[in-house]
Nanobody
Framework: QVKLVESGGGLVQPGGSLKLSCGAS????????MSWYRQAPGKEREWVAT???????TYADSVKGRFTISRDNAKNTAYLQMNSLKPDDTAVYYC????????WGQGTQVTVSS
């Protein structure tokens, strides 16, 4: 059974930082590709960043240079460090992986507002 649990969301002022975590259950984590997605109110869910099992990373243009995805296989955890946050980054952030089928976490709210 695969389970993904996000944490670390909250309210932050523009220009601030947050670090999201995605804890994963199961022995699949070290061989998995992990991704972050987000969904803003009234908008479709969009891809944010991906990290491969080997540590290769890719980012959406909207977050490139501001966000950093990483992973700690010993802790079965993926992270999303978000810097220079903007109001447009306000969304529910979801952790995603595929292991036989797609798995999503429950999401964590990030609100960027003064």
């Amino acid at each position: 059974q695969v389970k993904l649990v996000e944490s670390g969301g909250g309210l932050v002022q523009p220009g601030g930082s947050l670090k999201l975590s995605c804890g994963a259950s199961g022995s699949f984590f070290s061989i998995s590709v992990m991704s972050w997605y987000r969904q803003a109110p009234g908008k479709e869910r969009e891809w944010v960043a991906t990290i491969t099992s080997g540590g290769g990373t890719t980012y959406a243009d909207s977050v490139k240079g501001r966000f950093t995805i990483s992973r700690d296989n010993a802790k079965n955890t993926a992270y999303l460090q978000m810097n220079s946050l903007k109001p447009d980054d306000t969304a529910v952030y979801y952790c995603y992986s595929f292991y036989g089928r797609p798995y999503w976490g429950q999401g964590t709210q990030v609100t960027v507002s003064s």
